[in-house]
């Protein structure tokens, strides 16, 4: 599951609304009755990232590169009384459902901020909106493929200790 996928399963089991993720372009993408949206704001990256391999085959080396990092969000509920289902996303962070749904997402709840009544700001056609941003742990995993290095081959001169004359020589793997 992605961490998208489990944000919007735990918005929506925790507060049985239809959850989208935002923004949602045109009024034929809004639904007419009550929902609740998200919308990243922010993805803060650590500065460093943790970085393992693993043989695949005697082609290719896997690199599997993990970074966890703080995403803000934006949950936005489009209903009237909407401070109640963020207030119930918020307590939720205490229960190992929510937990567990979020963890399949590679996810974890960190903060969540304070309901805000936002009801007709910006919004042609007037709803009850309220607004809360949260933030939240995500680990973001990476993998590639590298190719084996099979074989090799240095050639050169090297200057020999008195520095009066060169060696040429030819190194190769395998030999």
């Known amino acids: 599951m992605t961490p998208e996928e489990a944000i919007l399963t735990w918005i929506t089991s925790t507060t ?11 009024t034929a993408e809004r639904p007419s009755t009550d929902y609740a949206t998200f919308q990243l704001v922010n993805i803060q990256l650590p500065e460093f990232s943790s970085i ?8 290719y080396i896997t690199k599997t ?5 703080i ?4 949950l936005n509920v489009w209903k009237e009384y909407g401070y109640n289902e963020l207030i119930k996303l918020n307590h939720s962070a205490d229960f190992w459902e929510s937990r567990n749904i979020l963890n399949q997402g590679n996810a974890a709840i960190n903060e969540l901020g304070s309901p805000q009544d936002l009801t007709g700001l910006g919004d042609t056609n007037y709803r009850d909106r309220f607004q809360m941003d949260v ?9 590639f493929d590298w190719d084996r ?27």
């Open 16 to 26: 049985g609304l239809d959850a989208y993720q935002a923004p949602l372009r045109s």
């Open 52 to 59: 393992r391999s693993a043989e695949k085959d005697d082609d």
């Open 65 to 69: 590169v993990q970074s966890d990092a």
């Open 71 to 74: 995403v803000t969000l934006s």
């Open 135 to 143: 933030t939240i742990f995500v680990r973001f995993e990476t993998q």
């Open 149 to 175: 290095l099979k074989q090799w081959e240095i050639h050169g001169a090297f200057v020999d200790i008195d520095d009066n004359g060169e060696i040429n020589s030819i190194i190769k793997f395998p030999a």
